[in-house]
């Protein structure tokens, strides 16, 4: 049996949760009323707290982390770094969320700082995840560009993330056309999602979420990562007949919470060699 049929069979048990684990998110204003229903949609329990004078009282109580680096501040960094200091001291599992790192130097040093503390799973779009492991990117602000994603520097991105998944001894998830998921000896090419999830604010801070809540629940970090985002994307592509945007934003939240009633994962797909994968 191939790495990935092992895998499959792990991704029929993760919906519904069998536990509804606490996610401690750490995570961007503009996106955290979205975060937080999804992981309530999925049968999660979301707290929304970053003030440090909590933190004992929260890291005695919590399942797992969401540190997301949407929307930086003095005290918003201070929050992230004590945050990864107290999951790593309490053994709670961590999901880093490189928003924007491709954008700021301020940004790529403090994701590194947090790496220092080892999460299970850090995440980024494509051109966040070139930066962050040591690639030119041509990212604009917290976007991914289609010029990071070509075949060949698909390519070159999962040569990178393995050596860097190694080295922090992390799973990295990279999101995109073509979604890159390694432990640092495997990479899945993932195919699956639509282009509007590119088109509302949040998307990408859902598959952190989703990978948090499953961590939580006990399940592995690469098992985590392939389900997490494999899920919102397939819920993306069941709403994509939806006419407008905001329907198609109200939908996709609406299947996370309906697709775990189906035997959603056999729908995803891969990709090798550029082709797909049945």
């Known amino acids: 049996m191939g790495k990935f049929e092992e895998l499959e069979e792990s ?12 996610v401690h998110c750490i995570t961007n204003e503009i996106t955290c009323e979205t975060v937080a229903n999804a992981l309530l949609y999925v049968n999660a329990k979301p707290v929304m707290a970053d003030d440090p004078r909590e933190f004992p009282e929260f890291f005695s109580q919590s ?26 001291e309490h053994q709670t599992p961590m999901v880093l969320d490189l928003v924007g790192v491709a954008a700021t130097k301020l940004r790529y040093e403090l994701a590194w700082k947090i790496t220092g503390y080892r999460p ?8 966040e995840m070139r930066s962050f492991c040591g690639l030119p990117s041509a990212g604009r602000g917290v976007d991914g560009s289609p010029v990071d994603q070509t075949p060949a520097a698909r390519q070159e991105l999962a040569q990178a993330m393995k ?57 592995p970090p690469f098992v985590s990562g392939v389900a997490a985002v494999s899920y919102l994307n397939i819920a993306g592509e069941r709403a994509k007949d939806s006419v407008g945007l905001g329907n198609f934003r109200s939908e996709t939240l609406n299947q996370l919470s309906l697709l775990m009633e189906e035997d959603w994962w056999q729908a995803i797909r891969r990709v090798a060699d550029d082709k797909t994968i049945s």
């Open 11 to 22: 991704l029929q048990k993760v919906f519904p949760l069998t536990k509804s684990p606490l």
């Open 63 to 88: 399942d797992s982390l969401l540190l997301n680096l949407g929307h930086i501040s003095p005290t918003r960094e201070e929050a992230l770094l004590l945050g990864a200091h107290l999951a790593q």
């Open 163 to 219: 050596t860097v998944a190694k080295k922090a001894q992390s799973v990295l998830l990279a999101t995109g056309a073509v979604d890159l998921v390694t432990d640092g000896k495997a990479v899945f090419h993932l195919q699956n999602g639509v282009s509007q999830l590119d088109r509302f604010t949040g998307s990408g801070d859902l598959v952190g979420a989703l990978i948090a809540a499953l961590l939580g629940s006990g399940l």
């Open 120 to 127: 299970q799973v850090i995440k980024g779009n494509f051109s």
